[in-house]
């Protein structure tokens, strides 16, 4: 997983670059909580550019760390989500506590 941030915006990105389930999650889990407490932003992105699997383990944690950013005053959202994975966010309704951001800012886009 790479790790961004943006200081200026305090603005975190995860560009999480493995399949999300129940044998990675853990190690996921434990490296975002880290940098989030490291660095206090009030924004964070998932990219899920190079996700092509996700079971229900990695929902569960990506709710995880939803919650720990709202406890922080900050707000999640996600890009770059493939279709299978959009339709899983769908389906288990995380798409209506975490929205999918529309790349318009030069500085996510790249």
């Known amino acids: 997983m790479k790790v961004n941030y943006d200081e200026e915006e305090k603005l975190l990105t995860f560009e999480i670059t493995e399949e999300i389930d129940h044998h990675t999650t853990e ?3 434990r490296k975002m909580d880290y940098e989030i407490q490291r660095f206090i932003p009030r924004k964070i992105i998932f990219d899920f550019n190079q996700v092509t699997f996700m079971d229900s383990a ?34 288990c309704g995380v798409l209506k506590i975490i929205p999918i951001r529309k790349l318009s800012n030069p500085k996510i886009a790249g």
Do not use: H, T, W
């Open 27 to 29: 190690k996921i889990r």
């Open 58 to 91: 990695g929902i569960g944690m990506l709710i995880g760390r939803y919650k720990v950013i709202k406890m922080l005053g900050g707000s999640a959202e996600l890009i770059n989500v493939k279709p299978s994975i959009k339709k899983i966010f769908e389906m």
